[in-house]
């Protein structure tokens, strides 16, 4: 059984693509983080909180691509969120899909044929900003990266000697984005609901989600 692999890690981009990515994370910082050159309670939403969020979510993973869209997949997500400051916190997160994302018909290609993916994972790591929205809701902005991300395509090659399984493994780095609008539902549990964004320069991957916390 033969497999074709394609591999996408930082250390293989090119030269401009990650002095963007490293670009882009110290504007993050600089722009949305904690102003490091006063004191905390002088400036709003840096009072110190130290709260942490249990996170479990669920989603539904749109995975594009430079050679077209794929299959959507249904996801689960596991995480955690870390406050040391009212409004500026950070977030860690592993995102892995569930079941497989068949095309409607299989594609023919000359000699291979293709039907799907499947087991898309990858972890999550982003700075968060809040400010509330109203009375009740809040709002949820977030950047950073995703890695050690993987997706399994699901191909066959019509060989002389039988179909050959040839389903490219494709490992990625991206860029992650995230909006949310969460409530609090009493004083430990809360619920999020909104879009994740995670992309290259060849891939990306949509979710909308639903997320249940649990604070302490």
Known sequence: ???????????????????????ACV??????GPVTNVHAKEVEGLELLGRFELE?????????????SAPSLPSVSLGLAVWPW?????????????????YDEPIWSDDRVYF???????????????RPIGEALML??????????RLQGMALWMSPEGPMDVGAEISFGMY????????????????????????NDDHSVFSPVVIGSVSF
């Open 176 to 199: 992650a984005m995230e909006i949310l609008i969460g409530r609090d539902l009493g004083d430990h549990f809360g619920l999020k609901g909104g879009a994740t964004l995670d992309c």
């Open 140 to 149: 949820y902005i977030g950047g950073g990266l995703s890695l050690g991300g």
């Open 1 to 23: 059984m033969k497999t074709a692999k394609k591999c996408l890690h930082i250390g293989t981009w090119p030269t401009e693509t990650r002095a963007s990515l490293r670009a």
């Open 86 to 102: 009212e409004r500026h916190g950070f977030a860690f997160g592993y995102v892995r899909s569930v079941g497989e994302g068949l």
């Open 27 to 32: 504007a993050c910082f600089l722009l949305l």
């Open 116 to 130: 799907g993916v499947r087991d898309l994972h990858y972890f999550r790591f982003t700075y968060r900003y809040r």
């Open 56 to 68: 479990a979510g669920v989603g539904y993973a749109s995975v594009g691509g430079v050679s077209g």
